[in-house]
T-cell receptor
Framework: NAGVTQTPKFQVLKTGQSMTLQCAQD?????MYWYRQDPGMGLRLIYY???????DKGEVPNGYNVSRLNKREFSLRLESAAPSQTSVYFC????????????FGAGTRLSVL | QKEVEQNSGPLSVPEGAIASLNCTYS??????FFWYRQYSGKSPELIMS????GDKEDGRFTAQLNKASQYVSLLIRDSQPSDSATYLC?????????????FGTGTRLLVSP
């Protein structure tokens, strides 16, 4: 049982390059989330998907797009990477709307030069 | 703006002592409260959840919630060096019918042998 799987684990980009971070969960959860974590800033919500077919902006959506491909997969795309997007990105999922217990993937460490 | 505040630490305790971690939040209608543990370079891992006023115990961990005073705390009894990590407080609130989590910036705990 893998839980939440993120790929890649590490990535280095040049300013202006694009890339997609992949996330998949095998827990049959309805809701999925993308966060970024920066020193001293805590975890901040970028986008979320309450259920298959829906996506919404979180606290810091600028510069990102998302796709909820199916119930299992939720991807995050950086169209034109900027140094300010250097961060650790976490995907999470939750299956219980009443309690909102979220389970996290291992993270993607992204550096934009 | 929903806010969750934690002392960044580090909180240093000797092995075998009780570690007390505190968290305050700004929103009175928050519904669910969580403590996540995050080891350096790893993803957040849920260790406790609490939904009603009072104490909840799970092994060496006790979560305490006081909604009137808007604080939630985590006690770790018989602290071990392996408990050294950053502890994230998270509060769930409902916006437009969907629950989101707001995270504090975390308290770093150091347990010395």
């Amino acid at each position: 049982n893998a839980g939440v799987t993120q790929t890649p684990k590490f990535q280095v980009l040049k300013t202006g390059q694009s890339m997609t971070l992949q996330c998949a969960q095998d827990m049959n959860h309805n809701s999925m989330y993308w966060y970024r974590q920066d020193p001293g800033m805590g975890l901040r919500l970028i986008y979320y998907s309450a259920s298959e077919g829906t996506t919404d902006k979180g606290e810091v959506p600028n510069g990102y797009n998302v796709s909820r491909l199916n119930k299992r997969e939720f991807s995050l795309r950086l169209e034109s990477a900027a140094p300010s997007q250097t961060s650790v990105y976490f995907c999470a999922s939750s299956g219980d709307r009443g309690r909102n217990i979220q389970y996290f993937g291992a993270g993607t460490r992204l550096s934009v030069l | 703006q929903k806010e969750v505040e934690q002392n960044s630490g580090p909180l240093s305790v000797p092995e075998g002592a009780i570690a007390s971690l505190n968290c305050t939040y700004s929103d009175r209608v928050s519904q669910s409260f969580f403590w996540y543990r995050q080891y350096s370079g790893k993803s957040p891992e849920l260790i406790m959840s609490i939904y009603s006023n009072g104490d909840k115990e799970d092994g060496r961990f006790t979560a305490q919630l006081n909604k009137a005073s808007q604080y939630v705390s985590l006690l770790i009894r018989d602290s071990q060096p392996s408990d050294s990590a950053t502890y994230l407080c998270a509060v769930s609130w409902v916006n437009t019918g969907f629950q989101k989590l707001v995270f504090g910036t975390g308290t770093r705990l150091l347990v010395s042998p």
